[in-house]
C-alpha cells in the first residue's frame, strides 16, 4: 500500500514570504515517481511538477523549486517570494504501479497569501 | 492543445435522479481516470480506462455509478440513482500510457450538488 502526508492543512503567510510545503510519501516501490498539484480557488487540478526517484537533485523552476530526499522519503515544495496569486490547495501525489499508476494524494495543504 | 474537457461543469439534481457526467481526454492520450474529491475523503480513484478498457473500478462506491468508455475520445460516468451523499466534484484525467508514469492531466471538473 501507499500513502502521501501532508501534515500542514493550512499556511498563512505575508506576501514575498516563502514559503515550505512539506510531503512525506511511504511506498515499497523501489522506483517511483512523485508529483505536485495545486488547486486555485476556481478549483481546477493545475500540474506543476513531476520527479522520478532517481533524481535528487533539487528542481527550481521560477519562483518554485522542490527538495527531494529519499532517504528521509519526503518530497518538499518551497515557493519563493510568495505572491496572492499562489494562494491554493497544493497536492503531493505518488502513483500506484500495482494499480495502472492511479495517484494516491495526500490531503493537500491551503497556502493562503495575504497583501 | 485542447486540455480535458468535462461536461457540465455544475450539476444540481434531486435525489433519485440520474447523472451522467462526460469526459473527453487529450487527445492520443490512451488512459483516462474519473477521480472524485471531497472534503471528508479528499481525492480518491473511482475508475480507469486502458485503451478504452475499464482495468480497475475497485474504487467505485457502489452499483449506483457506472463508466464507459465508448471511444477513444469520450467517456461518461453515470449514478443512478443519485443521492446526497454524492455530492462532489468529479474529475476526468487523462495521460500518455499505462506503462510508464505519465503525467496525468486533469479536466476542470464537474460540481455536483445532489439535493
Known amino acids: 500500500a501507499q500513502k502521501v502526508t501532508q501534515a500542514q492543512t493550512e499556511i498563512s503567510v505575508v506576501e514575498k514570504e516563502d514559503v515550505t510545503l512539506d510531503c512525506v510519501y511511504e511506498?515499497?516501490?523501489?522506483?517511483?515517481?512523485l508529483f505536485w498539484y495545486k488547486q486555485p480557488p476556481s478549483g481546477e487540478l493545475v500540474f506543476l511538477i513531476r520527479r522520478n526517484s532517481f533524481d535528487e537533485q533539487n528542481e527550481i523552476s521560477g519562483r518554485y523549486s522542490w527538495n527531494f530526499q529519499k532517504s528521509t522519503s519526503s518530497f518538499n515544495f518551497t515557493i519563493t517570494a510568495s505572491q496572492v496569486v499562489d494562494s491554493a490547495v497544493y497536492f503531493c501525489?505518488?502513483?500506484?504501479?500495482?494499480?495502472?499508476?492511479?495517484?494516491?494524494f495526500g490531503g493537500g495543504t491551503r497556502v493562503l497569501v495575504k497583501p | 492543445d485542447a486540455g480535458v474537457i468535462q461536461s457540465p461543469r455544475h450539476e444540481v439534481t434531486e435525489m433519485g435522479q440520474e447523472v451522467t457526467l462526460r469526459c473527453k481526454p487529450i487527445?492520443?492520450?490512451?488512459?483516462l481516470f474519473w477521480y472524485r474529491q471531497t472534503m471528508m475523503r479528499g481525492l480518491e480513484l473511482l475508475i480507469y480506462?486502458?485503451?478504452?478498457?475499464?482495468?480497475?473500478d475497485s474504487g467505485m462506491p457502489e452499483d449506483r455509478f457506472s463508466a464507459k468508455m465508448p471511444n477513444a475520445s469520450f467517456s461518461t460516468l453515470k449514478i443512478q440513482p443519485s443521492e446526497p451523499r454524492d455530492s462532489a466534484v468529479y474529475f476526468c484525467?487523462?495521460?500518455?500510457?499505462?506503462?510508464?508514469?505519465?503525467?496525468?492531466?486533469f479536466g476542470p471538473g464537474t460540481r455536483l450538488l445532489v439535493l
Open positions: 480506462f486502458n485503451n478504452n478498457v475499464p482495468i480497475d
Open positions: 511506498t515499497r516501490d523501489t522506483t517511483y515517481y
Open positions: 484525467a487523462s495521460s500518455l500510457g499505462q506503462g510508464v508514469v505519465e503525467t496525468q492531466y
Open positions: 487527445s492520443g492520450h490512451n488512459s
Open positions: 501525489a505518488l502513483p500506484y504501479k500495482a494499480a495502472g499508476n492511479k495517484l494516491t
